[in-house]
């Protein structure tokens, strides 16, 4: 057993022997070792990869093109719920919630930026996705999914690893690339946060929550009805004062 640049071998038996004319052992047959790398699980992860990615862009897409019905279905009062079921409250408040986020540019530009970072080739590495078999669904239904061409990426795993790592994890390649654009979207930072978590916060964060736009509407709007309710206040006594004086010059 023996060990030569990280390759462990083991010899079980002699080679052949080689003969000359008169019969003669004059050596033994040449013995040639060669290795494959195991590129499965490279290409399992990788496929992988494109499959959460799918789901990502389909749930994405789903929300930003969703049908908005959210207007016909206004907050539903204390006296309404009183007046319906736990299911007719469910299916209400869901279809209170649908089409919120249609058009949203925020997760357009998120999703745009992802698709351009996926075609763009990094500084230290020679081939893009399309060279490995990855590319974009010609199927316009699918909005920027991708599809795998499985041979022609076992074939660039078998004949140039080198490159497709740079590709994934060499510098400014598409873990970097992906990262960068998913923080500057949806980093929970209350220091720094993304954008969609400075728009609306994080449930994992109390800072951020306090610290969005949307936070900063809601507390004005409340601050907006105490306003009124106490201007409220004031011109109903106001109009009791007067009403019960009138009542009082009436009676007499």
């Given at each position: 057993n023996?060990?030569?640049?990280?390759?462990?071998?083991?010899?079980t038996?002699?080679s052949?022997?080689?003969?000359?004319?008169?019969?003669?052992?004059?050596?033994?047959?040449?013995t040639k070792?060669?290795?494959?790398?195991?590129?499965?699980?490279?290409?399992?992860?990788?496929k992988?990869?494109?499959?959460?990615y799918?789901?990502?862009?389909?749930?994405?897409?789903?929300?930003?093109?969703?049908?908005p019905?959210?207007?016909?279905?206004?907050p539903?009062?204390?006296?309404?719920?009183?007046?319906?079921?736990?299911s007719q409250?469910?299916?209400?408040?869901?279809?209170?919630?649908?089409?919120?986020?249609?058009g949203?540019?925020?997760?357009?530009?998120?999703?745009?930026?992802?698709?351009?970072?996926?075609?763009?080739?990094?500084?230290?590495?020679?081939?893009?996705?399309?060279d490995?078999g990855?590319?974009?669904?010609?199927?316009?239904?699918?909005?920027?999914?991708?599809?795998?061409?499985?041979?022609?990426?076992?074939?660039?795993?078998?004949?140039?690893?080198?490159?497709v790592?740079?590709?994934?994890?060499g510098?400014?390649?598409?873990?970097?690339?992906?990262?960068d654009?998913?923080?500057?979207?949806?980093?929970?930072?209350?220091?720094?946060?993304?954008?969609?978590?400075?728009?609306?916060?994080?449930?994992?964060?109390?800072?951020?929550?306090t610290?969005?736009?949307?936070?900063?509407?809601?507390r004005?709007?409340?601050?907006?009805?105490s306003v009124?309710?106490?201007?409220?206040?004031?011109?109903?006594?106001?109009?009791?004062?007067?009403?019960?004086?009138m009542?009082?010059i009436?009676?007499?």
């Open positions: 023996f060990t030569i640049d990280g390759v462990t071998m083991q010899l038996a002699v052949a022997e080689k003969y000359d004319g008169a019969g003669n052992v004059i050596g033994y047959e040449e070792v060669s290795t494959e790398r195991d590129t499965e699980a490279i290409f399992e992860t990788i992988s990869f494109v499959e959460d799918n789901k990502m862009i389909e749930k994405l897409n789903g929300y930003v093109n969703e049908e019905t959210y207007r016909k279905y206004a539903l009062t204390d006296a309404q719920r009183d007046e319906m079921t736990e409250i469910e299916k209400w408040e869901e279809k209170s919630k649908q089409g919120l986020l249609y949203d540019s925020t997760i357009r530009n998120f999703l745009q930026n992802m698709r351009s970072a996926l075609y763009t080739k990094s500084t230290t590495s020679k081939i893009a996705l399309y490995i990855i590319e974009t669904s010609s199927n316009k239904d699918d909005r920027g999914k991708l599809v795998i061409d499985e041979e022609a990426l076992k074939r660039a795993l078998s004949e140039n690893i080198e490159e790592e740079k590709l994934f994890v510098t400014n390649g598409l873990a970097d690339k992906l990262s654009i998913m923080d500057r979207t949806a980093k929970v930072s209350a220091a720094t946060p993304g954008e969609l978590v400075r728009i609306a916060g994080a449930k994992e964060s109390k800072a951020t929550q610290q969005s736009t949307l936070y900063n509407e809601l004005k709007i409340d601050e907006r009805i009124l309710n106490t201007r409220y206040n004031k011109e109903k006594d106001r109009y009791w004062k007067q009403f019960n004086a009542e009082t009436i009676s007499n």
